[in-house]
């Protein structure tokens, strides 16, 4: 399986068919919750993610994008269950999950840093859409505060170094730009690896190179030529 970047999600979404789109009626059922006279409650919501009927799931999912969207702290009390959803078989609630944590992130950080642990611990098994989710979530708490920076890098390393040919730009785009110092420069080690790594595709490695600033070697191109 290959890694998906975000670009490649969004892509997705737009093609998606009408049962996939966030709906009229998740937008009205979303804005009740906002207004507090829903029936439902967040909690719910959360929960029936994980239903097994697909139309009771997929509601679910579309009404708590629009909460992320519009409203995203009346999610950070189901943080801890979120994480855990990045883990579900159920694509759809795993994409949800992906959605809010980089958001949540951003809004309150302190509360998603409180899942750091459980958060790296997850990411070497998890899905490419999760992983995806997490390398986000990452970013967003180092944007938030330098703090996480140190605390992060490893988990940076480790997706630069594993990084699905499809996925890496996207991720040293993300990566990089929230890192300083000492984490920019270990981060940055990592992608100019990759680049010379004559495994990776030609266009792949030029698209990093340049997001690096930097040109591929001589020997690389030779290697590229000698494979084709």
């Given at each position: 399986m290959t890694q998906r970047s975000s670009a490649n999600t969004e892509k997705e979404a737009a093609n998606a068919s009408p049962s996939q789109?966030?709906?009229?009626?998740?937008?009205?059922?979303?804005?009740?919750?906002?207004?507090?006279?829903?029936?439902?409650s967040v909690e719910q919501y959360v929960a029936q993610l994980s239903d097994p009927k697909d139309a009771?799931?997929?509601q679910?999912?579309?009404?708590?994008?629009?909460?992320?969207?519009?409203?995203?702290?009346?999610?950070?009390?189901?943080?801890?269950?979120?994480?855990?959803?990045?883990?579900?078989a159920r694509p759809r609630a795993v994409q949800t999950a992906a959605h809010s944590l980089p958001v949540l992130a951003r809004v309150t950080?302190?509360?998603?840093?409180?899942?750091?642990?459980?958060?790296?611990?997850?990411?070497?098994?998890?899905?490419?859409l999760a992983k995806d989710g997490l390398v986000r979530t990452f970013v967003a708490?180092?944007?938030?505060?330098?703090?996480?920076q140190k605390r992060l890098i490893e988990s940076f390393e480790l997706a630069l170094r594993?990084?699905?040919?499809?996925?890496?730009?996207?991720?040293?785009?993300?990566?990089?730009?929230?890192?300083?110092?000492?984490?920019?420069?270990?981060?940055?080690?990592?992608?100019?690896?990759?680049?010379?790594?004559a495994a990776l595709p030609r266009p792949v490695a030029q698209q990093v190179a340049d997001l690096l600033g930097i040109k591929l070697r001589i020997e690389r191109q030779l290697g590229h030529a000698e494979n084709g």
């Open positions: 789109r966030p709906s009229t009626a998740a937008t009205s059922l979303a804005s009740e919750v906002v207004a507090g006279t829903s029936g439902v009771t799931s997929q679910a999912a579309r009404v708590l994008e629009e909460l992320t969207t519009s409203k995203p702290e009346l999610l950070a009390p189901h943080i801890e269950q979120l994480v855990s959803l990045l883990g579900s950080p302190a509360k998603v840093a409180k899942q750091l642990k459980n958060m790296q611990a997850a990411f070497p098994n998890a899905s490419e708490l180092c944007v938030a505060s330098v703090t996480y594993t990084a699905d040919p499809t996925q890496l730009p996207a991720w040293v785009g993300h990566i990089l730009p929230a890192l300083k110092g000492e984490p920019y420069a270990q981060a940055r080690a990592v992608a100019e690896q990759r680049v010379q790594d």
